[in-house]
Protein backbone atom coordinates (compact mmCIF):
# COMPACT_ATOMS: atom_id res chain seq x y z
CA UNK A 1 0.00 0.00 0.00
CA UNK A 2 1.03 3.38 -0.91
CA UNK A 3 2.22 5.86 2.45
CA UNK A 4 -0.88 8.22 2.29
CA UNK A 5 -3.15 5.57 1.47
CA UNK A 6 -1.70 3.72 4.97
CA UNK A 7 -1.91 6.98 7.19
CA UNK A 8 -5.42 7.58 6.38
CA UNK A 9 -6.54 3.63 7.16
CA UNK A 10 -4.70 4.04 10.31
CA UNK A 11 -6.36 7.19 11.03
CA UNK A 12 -9.58 6.02 9.70
CA UNK A 13 -9.09 2.91 11.88
CA UNK A 14 -8.37 5.03 15.01
CA UNK A 15 -11.38 7.46 14.49
CA UNK A 16 -13.53 4.46 14.21
CA UNK A 17 -12.34 2.61 16.85
CA UNK A 18 -12.43 5.53 19.41
CA UNK A 19 -16.19 6.28 18.22
CA UNK A 20 -17.39 2.69 18.89
CA UNK A 21 -15.78 2.01 21.99
CA UNK A 22 -16.63 5.16 23.27
CA UNK A 23 -20.24 4.22 22.37
CA UNK A 24 -19.57 1.05 24.07
CA UNK A 25 -18.18 2.40 27.49
CA UNK A 26 -21.02 5.44 27.80
CA UNK A 27 -23.81 2.43 26.98
CA UNK A 28 -22.41 -0.24 29.60
CA UNK A 29 -20.58 2.05 31.89
CA UNK A 30 -18.64 -0.33 32.74
CA UNK A 31 -14.63 0.84 33.92
CA UNK A 32 -12.86 -2.09 32.32
CA UNK A 33 -14.25 -1.23 28.64
CA UNK A 34 -12.37 1.90 29.27
CA UNK A 35 -12.44 3.87 25.64
CA UNK A 36 -8.52 4.27 25.36
CA UNK A 37 -7.73 0.58 26.57
CA UNK A 38 -10.55 -0.90 24.11
CA UNK A 39 -9.75 1.30 21.53
CA UNK A 40 -5.58 0.64 21.84
CA UNK A 41 -6.08 -3.28 21.60
CA UNK A 42 -8.26 -2.80 18.54
CA UNK A 43 -6.20 -0.99 16.70
CA UNK A 44 -3.22 -2.79 17.49
CA UNK A 45 -5.04 -5.85 16.43
CA UNK A 46 -6.04 -4.64 13.30
CA UNK A 47 -2.64 -3.17 12.09
CA UNK A 48 -0.93 -7.00 12.81
CA UNK A 49 -3.93 -8.18 11.08
CA UNK A 50 -3.26 -5.96 7.96
CA UNK A 51 0.50 -6.29 8.17
CA UNK A 52 1.47 -2.77 8.84
CA UNK A 53 3.79 -1.77 10.93
CA UNK A 54 4.65 -0.01 14.16
CA UNK A 55 6.45 3.31 11.96
CA UNK A 56 4.17 3.25 9.61
CA UNK A 57 1.57 4.40 12.31
CA UNK A 58 3.73 7.46 13.35
CA UNK A 59 2.63 9.74 10.55
CA UNK A 60 -0.93 9.18 11.49
CA UNK A 61 -0.30 9.69 15.14
CA UNK A 62 1.40 13.01 14.76
CA UNK A 63 -1.39 13.98 12.56
CA UNK A 64 -3.88 13.05 15.52
CA UNK A 65 -2.23 14.58 18.44
CA UNK A 66 -1.82 17.75 16.68
CA UNK A 67 -4.47 19.03 19.10
CA UNK A 68 -3.19 17.31 22.06
CA UNK A 69 -1.50 20.70 23.49
CA UNK A 70 -3.99 23.20 22.60
CA UNK A 71 -6.65 20.32 24.37
CA UNK A 72 -4.50 20.43 27.34
CA UNK A 73 -4.19 23.85 27.66
CA UNK A 74 -7.90 24.11 27.64
CA UNK A 75 -7.83 22.34 30.55
CA UNK A 76 -7.80 25.34 32.28
CA UNK A 77 -11.72 26.12 31.47
CA UNK A 78 -12.60 23.27 33.85
CA UNK A 79 -10.30 24.40 36.85
CA UNK A 80 -11.26 28.41 36.26
CA UNK A 81 -15.03 27.46 36.23
CA UNK A 82 -14.05 25.53 39.92
CA UNK A 83 -12.26 28.33 41.15
CA UNK A 84 -14.47 29.02 43.97
CA UNK A 85 -13.97 25.88 45.76
CA UNK A 86 -10.55 26.02 45.02
CA UNK A 87 -10.50 29.49 46.94
CA UNK A 88 -12.87 27.98 49.65
CA UNK A 89 -11.37 24.70 50.10
CA UNK A 90 -6.92 25.68 49.23
CA UNK A 91 -5.92 24.44 52.50
CA UNK A 92 -7.36 20.72 52.61
CA UNK A 93 -6.79 20.54 48.54
CA UNK A 94 -3.53 21.12 48.71
CA UNK A 95 -2.75 19.36 51.73
CA UNK A 96 -4.13 16.33 49.89
CA UNK A 97 -2.66 17.00 46.45
CA UNK A 98 1.18 17.42 47.36
CA UNK A 99 0.89 14.61 50.39
CA UNK A 100 -0.67 12.55 48.38
CA UNK A 101 1.52 12.75 45.29
CA UNK A 102 4.59 12.84 46.78
CA UNK A 103 3.44 9.53 48.71
CA UNK A 104 1.70 8.10 45.62
CA UNK A 105 5.35 8.68 43.26
CA UNK A 106 7.50 7.50 46.41
CA UNK A 107 5.97 4.57 46.58
CA UNK A 108 5.59 3.46 43.15
CA UNK A 109 9.14 4.08 42.52
CA UNK A 110 9.97 2.22 45.67
CA UNK A 111 7.64 -0.57 45.11
CA UNK A 112 8.57 -0.85 41.24
CA UNK A 113 12.78 -1.03 42.38
CA UNK A 114 11.86 -3.50 44.98
CA UNK A 115 10.17 -5.32 42.20
CA UNK A 116 13.75 -4.82 40.83
CA UNK A 117 12.00 -3.51 37.48
CA UNK A 118 13.79 -2.47 34.81
CA UNK A 119 14.88 1.64 35.22
CA UNK A 120 12.98 2.45 32.42
CA UNK A 121 10.10 1.11 33.27
CA UNK A 122 10.52 2.52 36.92
CA UNK A 123 10.25 6.13 35.41
CA UNK A 124 7.49 5.17 33.16
CA UNK A 125 5.60 4.13 36.21
CA UNK A 126 6.25 7.23 38.43
CA UNK A 127 4.81 9.98 37.09
CA UNK A 128 1.04 7.68 36.12
CA UNK A 129 -1.04 9.68 38.73
CA UNK A 130 -0.85 12.81 37.09
CA UNK A 131 -3.53 12.63 33.53
CA UNK A 132 -2.26 11.25 30.61
CA UNK A 133 -0.89 14.71 28.42
CA UNK A 134 1.03 15.43 31.29
CA UNK A 135 2.66 12.34 32.43
CA UNK A 136 3.60 11.79 28.95
CA UNK A 137 5.73 14.93 28.58
CA UNK A 138 7.31 13.89 31.99
CA UNK A 139 7.97 10.70 30.20
CA UNK A 140 10.03 12.70 27.50
CA UNK A 141 11.41 14.62 29.99
CA UNK A 142 12.92 11.55 31.85
CA UNK A 143 13.53 9.88 28.76
CA UNK A 144 11.69 7.11 29.45
CA UNK A 145 9.11 5.09 26.71
CA UNK A 146 6.12 7.61 26.60
CA UNK A 147 3.43 4.73 25.01
CA UNK A 148 4.23 2.88 28.32
CA UNK A 149 3.38 5.56 30.76
CA UNK A 150 0.45 6.51 28.51
CA UNK A 151 -1.12 2.71 29.07
CA UNK A 152 0.28 2.71 32.53
CA UNK A 153 -1.82 6.21 33.39
CA UNK A 154 -5.13 4.75 31.81
CA UNK A 155 -4.29 1.60 33.81
CA UNK A 156 -4.27 3.83 37.15
CA UNK A 157 -6.91 5.38 36.11
CA UNK A 158 -9.06 1.87 35.89
CA UNK A 159 -7.78 0.59 39.14
CA UNK A 160 -8.40 4.09 41.29
CA UNK A 161 -11.98 4.15 39.91
CA UNK A 162 -12.65 0.39 40.34
CA UNK A 163 -11.04 -0.31 43.96
CA UNK A 164 -10.91 3.62 45.12
CA UNK A 165 -14.18 4.18 46.89
CA UNK A 166 -14.45 0.97 48.12
CA UNK A 167 -10.66 1.41 49.90
CA UNK A 168 -11.74 5.11 51.39
CA UNK A 169 -15.02 3.13 52.63
CA UNK A 170 -13.12 0.47 54.25
CA UNK A 171 -10.71 2.96 55.95
CA UNK A 172 -13.71 5.17 56.89
CA UNK A 173 -12.98 8.16 54.68
CA UNK A 174 -16.34 9.66 54.41
CA UNK A 175 -15.94 13.73 54.22
CA UNK A 176 -16.94 13.95 50.88
CA UNK A 177 -14.12 16.63 49.90
CA UNK A 178 -11.47 13.83 51.18
CA UNK A 179 -12.78 11.20 49.21
CA UNK A 180 -13.27 13.58 46.21
CA UNK A 181 -10.07 14.85 46.22
CA UNK A 182 -8.09 11.33 47.48
CA UNK A 183 -9.91 9.71 44.01
CA UNK A 184 -8.21 13.51 42.04
CA UNK A 185 -5.11 13.48 43.24
CA UNK A 186 -4.49 8.97 42.33
CA UNK A 187 -6.71 8.25 39.54
CA UNK A 188 -7.32 11.62 37.50
CA UNK A 189 -10.31 12.20 34.68
CA UNK A 190 -11.49 7.50 35.05
CA UNK A 191 -11.30 7.76 39.16
CA UNK A 192 -13.04 11.50 38.78
CA UNK A 193 -15.78 10.11 36.38
CA UNK A 194 -16.46 7.19 38.81
CA UNK A 195 -16.62 9.28 41.90
CA UNK A 196 -18.81 11.57 40.37
CA UNK A 197 -21.86 9.10 40.78
CA UNK A 198 -21.11 9.42 44.78
CA UNK A 199 -21.68 12.75 44.69
CA UNK A 200 -21.47 16.39 42.81
CA UNK A 201 -19.46 17.72 45.20
CA UNK A 202 -16.97 14.51 45.24
CA UNK A 203 -16.64 15.02 41.47
CA UNK A 204 -16.06 18.56 41.33
CA UNK A 205 -13.27 18.49 44.15
CA UNK A 206 -11.49 14.97 41.89
CA UNK A 207 -11.60 17.51 39.34
CA UNK A 208 -9.76 20.19 40.75
CA UNK A 209 -7.58 17.87 42.73
CA UNK A 210 -6.87 15.85 39.31
CA UNK A 211 -5.76 19.60 37.62
CA UNK A 212 -3.57 20.56 40.51
CA UNK A 213 -2.09 17.02 40.78
CA UNK A 214 -0.87 17.36 37.28
CA UNK A 215 0.23 21.15 38.01
CA UNK A 216 1.93 19.87 40.97
CA UNK A 217 3.66 16.47 39.39
CA UNK A 218 5.09 18.84 36.10
CA UNK A 219 7.11 21.02 38.49
CA UNK A 220 8.05 18.36 40.61
CA UNK A 221 8.18 15.07 38.83
CA UNK A 222 10.83 16.11 36.78
CA UNK A 223 13.68 16.64 39.83
CA UNK A 224 11.82 14.63 42.39
CA UNK A 225 11.68 11.34 39.99
CA UNK A 226 15.75 11.16 39.43
CA UNK A 227 16.30 11.91 42.93
CA UNK A 228 14.06 8.66 43.95
CA UNK A 229 15.24 6.67 41.79
CA UNK A 230 18.96 7.20 42.86
CA UNK A 231 18.19 7.27 46.17
CA UNK A 232 17.25 3.67 45.85
CA UNK A 233 20.29 2.59 44.36
CA UNK B 1 -79.69 35.22 32.30
CA UNK B 2 -78.01 31.13 32.40
CA UNK B 3 -79.39 30.40 28.83
CA UNK B 4 -78.21 33.54 27.37
CA UNK B 5 -74.73 32.62 29.29
CA UNK B 6 -74.37 29.48 28.04
CA UNK B 7 -75.39 30.77 24.65
CA UNK B 8 -72.34 32.92 24.77
CA UNK B 9 -69.89 30.33 26.19
CA UNK B 10 -70.80 28.40 23.52
CA UNK B 11 -70.49 31.15 20.88
CA UNK B 12 -66.78 31.71 22.37
CA UNK B 13 -65.58 27.79 22.35
CA UNK B 14 -66.68 27.66 18.84
CA UNK B 15 -64.70 30.94 17.76
CA UNK B 16 -62.10 29.93 19.72
CA UNK B 17 -61.51 26.63 17.88
CA UNK B 18 -62.19 28.59 14.40
CA UNK B 19 -59.52 30.76 15.38
CA UNK B 20 -56.80 27.69 16.78
CA UNK B 21 -58.00 25.99 13.29
CA UNK B 22 -57.13 29.51 11.46
CA UNK B 23 -53.81 28.96 13.42
CA UNK B 24 -53.13 26.08 12.71
CA UNK B 25 -54.03 26.53 8.77
CA UNK B 26 -51.50 29.46 8.50
CA UNK B 27 -48.64 26.99 10.08
CA UNK B 28 -49.57 24.31 7.89
CA UNK B 29 -49.16 26.74 4.80
CA UNK B 30 -46.01 28.57 6.29
CA UNK B 31 -44.18 25.12 6.98
CA UNK B 32 -42.82 24.42 3.25
CA UNK B 33 -41.08 28.11 3.55
CA UNK B 34 -40.70 27.81 7.37
CA UNK B 35 -38.59 24.36 7.30
CA UNK B 36 -36.59 25.97 4.60
CA UNK B 37 -35.30 28.76 5.98
CA UNK B 38 -35.19 27.11 9.62
CA UNK B 39 -33.14 24.50 7.79
CA UNK B 40 -30.99 27.58 6.39
CA UNK B 41 -30.53 29.44 9.28
CA UNK B 42 -29.40 25.42 10.77
CA UNK B 43 -26.27 25.22 8.61
CA UNK B 44 -25.46 28.94 8.76
CA UNK B 45 -25.67 28.19 12.86
CA UNK B 46 -23.31 25.01 12.43
CA UNK B 47 -20.78 26.92 9.82
CA UNK B 48 -20.65 29.56 12.29
CA UNK B 49 -20.17 27.21 15.27
CA UNK B 50 -17.59 25.15 13.07
CA UNK B 51 -15.93 28.56 12.29
CA UNK B 52 -16.23 29.91 15.92
CA UNK B 53 -14.47 26.63 17.77
CA UNK B 54 -11.49 26.99 14.80
CA UNK B 55 -10.66 30.46 16.02
CA UNK B 56 -11.05 29.39 19.20
CA UNK B 57 -8.48 26.62 18.66
CA UNK B 58 -6.15 29.14 17.37
CA UNK B 59 -6.19 31.08 20.34
CA UNK B 60 -5.62 27.68 22.67
CA UNK B 61 -2.95 26.91 20.12
CA UNK B 62 -1.27 30.42 20.73
CA UNK B 63 -0.65 29.94 24.28
CA UNK B 64 0.50 26.43 23.60
CA UNK B 65 3.26 27.69 21.21
CA UNK B 66 3.85 30.56 23.50
CA UNK B 67 4.29 28.07 26.26
CA UNK B 68 6.98 25.92 24.28
CA UNK B 69 8.52 29.11 23.13
CA UNK B 70 9.01 30.04 26.67
CA UNK B 71 9.77 26.71 28.23
CA UNK B 72 12.83 25.94 25.43
CA UNK B 73 14.00 29.81 25.75
CA UNK B 74 14.66 29.21 29.70
CA UNK B 75 15.51 25.90 29.22
CA UNK B 76 12.88 24.38 31.90
CA UNK B 77 12.30 21.20 32.69
CA UNK B 78 8.58 21.85 32.75
CA UNK B 79 6.19 19.92 30.27
CA UNK B 80 4.92 23.00 27.63
CA UNK B 81 1.18 21.98 27.86
CA UNK B 82 0.99 22.60 31.93
CA UNK B 83 2.84 26.24 31.07
CA UNK B 84 -0.01 26.74 29.19
CA UNK B 85 -2.72 25.88 31.14
CA UNK B 86 -1.75 28.29 33.68
CA UNK B 87 -1.07 31.03 31.30
CA UNK B 88 -4.56 30.65 30.22
CA UNK B 89 -5.81 29.86 34.02
CA UNK B 90 -4.13 33.29 34.91
CA UNK B 91 -5.34 34.94 31.31
CA UNK B 92 -8.74 34.17 32.68
CA UNK B 93 -8.08 35.15 35.91
CA UNK B 94 -6.93 38.62 35.22
CA UNK B 95 -9.93 39.08 32.50
CA UNK B 96 -7.31 39.52 29.67
CA UNK B 97 -9.44 36.30 27.64
CA UNK B 98 -13.11 36.02 28.81
CA UNK B 99 -14.44 32.55 29.26
CA UNK B 100 -16.91 32.39 25.86
CA UNK B 101 -14.14 33.16 23.86
CA UNK B 102 -12.68 29.57 24.35
CA UNK B 103 -15.52 27.90 25.88
CA UNK B 104 -16.73 26.13 22.89
CA UNK B 105 -13.36 24.70 21.69
CA UNK B 106 -12.43 23.63 25.09
CA UNK B 107 -15.63 22.02 25.29
CA UNK B 108 -15.07 19.38 22.15
CA UNK B 109 -11.14 19.20 22.71
CA UNK B 110 -11.90 18.53 26.67
CA UNK B 111 -14.85 15.90 26.10
CA UNK B 112 -13.07 14.24 23.49
CA UNK B 113 -9.80 14.18 25.43
CA UNK B 114 -9.24 10.54 25.81
CA UNK B 115 -8.69 10.54 22.12
CA UNK B 116 -5.39 11.44 21.73
CA UNK B 117 -4.20 9.30 23.86
CA UNK B 118 -4.83 5.92 21.22
CA UNK B 119 -2.56 6.88 19.36
CA UNK B 120 0.29 7.19 21.75
CA UNK B 121 -1.24 4.27 23.40
CA UNK B 122 -0.88 2.44 19.91
CA UNK B 123 3.03 2.58 20.39
CA UNK B 124 3.20 0.07 22.50
CA UNK B 125 2.57 -2.22 19.54
CA UNK B 126 6.66 -1.64 19.12
CA UNK B 127 7.53 -2.41 23.20
CA UNK B 128 4.98 -4.60 24.15
CA UNK B 129 7.13 -7.27 24.40
CA UNK B 130 9.29 -5.21 27.13
CA UNK B 131 5.64 -5.11 29.15
CA UNK B 132 4.41 -8.88 28.98
CA UNK B 133 6.96 -10.50 31.46
CA UNK B 134 6.23 -7.53 34.17
CA UNK B 135 2.94 -6.77 33.34
CA UNK B 136 1.63 -8.19 36.59
CA UNK B 137 4.58 -6.57 38.82
CA UNK B 138 3.57 -3.19 37.17
CA UNK B 139 -0.46 -3.52 38.15
CA UNK B 140 0.59 -4.28 41.63
CA UNK B 141 2.94 -1.16 41.60
CA UNK B 142 -0.23 0.86 40.40
CA UNK B 143 -2.20 -0.71 43.27
CA UNK B 144 0.50 -0.28 45.57
CA UNK B 145 0.81 3.64 44.87
CA UNK B 146 -2.56 4.33 44.42
CA UNK B 147 -4.07 3.23 47.58
CA UNK B 148 -1.13 4.73 49.39
CA UNK B 149 -1.80 7.91 47.42
CA UNK B 150 -5.50 8.05 48.08
CA UNK B 151 -4.75 6.78 51.81
CA UNK B 152 -2.54 9.72 52.29
CA UNK B 153 -4.45 12.12 50.87
CA UNK B 154 -7.80 11.04 51.76
CA UNK B 155 -6.87 9.94 55.44
CA UNK B 156 -4.99 13.89 55.75
CA UNK B 157 -8.29 15.70 54.80
CA UNK B 158 -10.26 13.28 57.15
CA UNK B 159 -8.31 14.16 60.06
CA UNK B 160 -7.77 17.70 59.64
CA UNK B 161 -9.98 18.96 57.06
CA UNK B 162 -13.64 21.34 56.96
CA UNK B 163 -15.92 19.12 58.97
CA UNK B 164 -19.99 19.36 58.79
CA UNK B 165 -20.23 21.93 56.06
CA UNK B 166 -19.72 19.96 52.94
CA UNK B 167 -22.55 21.40 50.56
CA UNK B 168 -20.81 23.04 47.55
CA UNK B 169 -21.73 26.85 47.71
Redesign the interface.
Known sequence: MHDGAVTAFVIAVTVVAYAASRELFLRTQVTLLNPVCVSTITIILVLLACGIRGDQYQPGRELMTLLLGPATVALAVPLYRHRRLLVTYWTSITLGVVCGSVAAIATAVLFARWASLDRMLVLAVAPKSAMTPIAIDIARILGTNMSITAVLVVCTGMVGAMVGPRVLTALRISNPIARGVAIGTTSHATGTAAILHEGETQGAMSAVAMALTAIFTAFVGPFLIPWLVVLGE | MANAGARSAVIGRISRASGINLLLLCRERETDVGAVRARLRGSMLAAKTLVTIGGQ?GL??A??GV??VVVTRLHL??????V??????AL??IGVVQ?RW??A???V??K?????????????????G??WP?GH??????????????????????L????GR????
Not at chain 2, 166 to 169: A, C, D, N, S
Request: charge should be positive.
Open positions: VLWIFSNRVPGNIGMLLLLLSEVAAAGLTHLAFFFIPIAVGLMDCGLLVRLLLAIVVSSVAGMVVSGGLIQFGPRWEMR
